[in-house]
């Protein structure tokens, strides 16, 4: 199982069925099993709100180097305003990390993934990291983004997370079933994730 996910594949895409921990964003990664650089000597938001699911105790967010205090609060609040709406607390202890986008790429080209990738989750550390451009417009590559996924910002925060958050829940590296939890989470059903591991087994 690949270890690094790239988010972010088209609503309606079709997928793959052998698609693993790879949207059709991504390419095949020669460093899967390489850790994540520890991108957390950053500035540290305040800590988050416990309503709706969001665990103070377990759910850790950080900013990236480069982040001012002010900065780093400012674009958390965002990220967590949209994070309050999903069942968090089942992912026990996990780290949300910001990332500017002026160092996005930088980190997601060594690893094969495509440039427009916005979001990805390094299961071993517990850590999604997200780009600045979902939570604060960033001049070009909101422009970037737009024209790739003909989605608006927040829009595209959301299914971020949701698509995240589907990799996470389930431990499950299939972008097909990544997908598929995100449109139950926006649905408010319960998440299932027995039924696609069933069925991949056959």
């Known amino acids: 199982m690949k270890v690094i996910l790239p988010c972010l594949v088209l609503l309606c895409a079709v997928l793959e069925s052998g698609s693993q921990a790879q949207s059709r964003l991504g390419k095949g990664t020669g460093t899967d099993n390489e850790p994540v650089p520890s991108l957390l000597a950053a500035s540290r938001s305040k800590p988050a709100d416990k309503k709706l699911g969001l665990t103070i105790s377990t759910q850790r967010f950080v900013c990236n180097t480069g982040y001012t205090q002010k900065l780093c609060d400012e674009?958390?609040?965002?990220?967590?305003?949209?994070?309050?709406?999903?069942?968090?607390?089942?992912?026990?202890?996990?780290?949300?990390?910001?990332?500017?986008?002026?160092?996005?790429?930088?980190?997601i080209l060594p690893r094969g993934l495509d440039s427009d990738t916005t979001a990805f989750t390094?299961?071993?550390?517990?850590?999604?990291?997200?780009?600045?451009?979902?939570?604060?417009?960033?001049?070009?590559?909101?422009?970037?983004?737009?024209?790739?996924?003909?989605?608006?910002?927040?829009?595209?925060?959301?299914?971020?997370?949701?698509?995240?958050?589907?990799?996470?829940?389930?431990?499950?590296?299939?972008?097909?079933?990544?997908?598929?939890?995100?449109?139950?989470?926006?649905?408010?059903?319960?998440?299932?994730?027995?039924?696609?591991?069933?069925?991949?087994?056959?």
């Not at 829009?155 to 829940?169: N, Q, V």
């Not at 097909?176 to 027995?194: E, F, I, K, Y």
């Open 122 to 202: 390094y299961p071993p550390k517990h850590e999604t990291f997200i780009e600045e451009a979902l939570v604060s417009p960033v001049p070009g590559r909101q422009w970037e983004l737009l024209l790739k996924w003909n989605m608006g910002r927040l829009e595209l925060l959301d299914f971020a997370i949701r698509h995240e958050l589907g990799h996470a829940l389930c431990n499950d590296a299939s972008e097909r079933n990544a997908n598929r939890v995100a449109h139950l989470l926006q649905s408010g059903a319960a998440v299932a994730c027995g039924v696609a591991e069933e069925i991949d087994r056959r």
């Open 75 to 107: 674009q958390m609040a965002i990220l967590r305003k949209t994070l309050e709406q999903y069942p968090l607390a089942k992912l026990g202890d996990w780290t949300w990390v910001l990332v500017r986008s002026q160092d996005w790429k930088a980190i």
